[in-house]
């Protein structure tokens, strides 16, 4: 199983920055696409930005230009972020990192979620 570890939340004024972390470690074969999602209160989670093993990516268009999500591999363990730039008060919300992985090379893949850090835009 693949634990995660998150970090970077806090408080921002709108046109802020924060960075986002989220550490991966387990004793699995691979550890493959790993994402950040975010719960607004009221609204269902919603993935933000995903990034492959290869270090392909992917935004939902809310952010396209403003976030920038990016990796650091290593053999089980994976560090990724979310630089996120130009905030603004509607990305205000709970920020959970997600891990997919296989604990052996047939195996289907799984999914591990962090345990959220809160994000609040406001002037």
């Known amino acids: 199983q693949v634990q995660l570890v998150e970090s970077g939340g806090g408080f921002v004024q709108p046109g802020g920055s924060l960075r986002l972390s989220c550490a991966a470690s387990?004793?699995?074969?691979?550890?493959?696409?790993m994402g950040w999602y975010r719960q607004a209160p009221g609204k269902e989670r919603e993935l933000v930005a995903r990034i492959s093993s290869g270090g392909s990516t992917d935004y939902v268009d809310s952010v396209k230009g403003r976030f920038t999500i990016s990796r650091d591999n290593a053999k089980n363990a994976v560090t990724v972020y979310l630089q996120m730039n130009s905030l603004k008060p509607e990305g205000t919300a709970v920020y959970y990192c997600k891990a997919e992985y296989r604990v052996f090379s047939f195996s289907k893949l799984f999914g591990s979620w962090g345990q959220g850090t809160q994000v609040t835009v406001s002037s």
């Open positions: 387990g004793s699995v074969f691979s550890i493959d696409d």
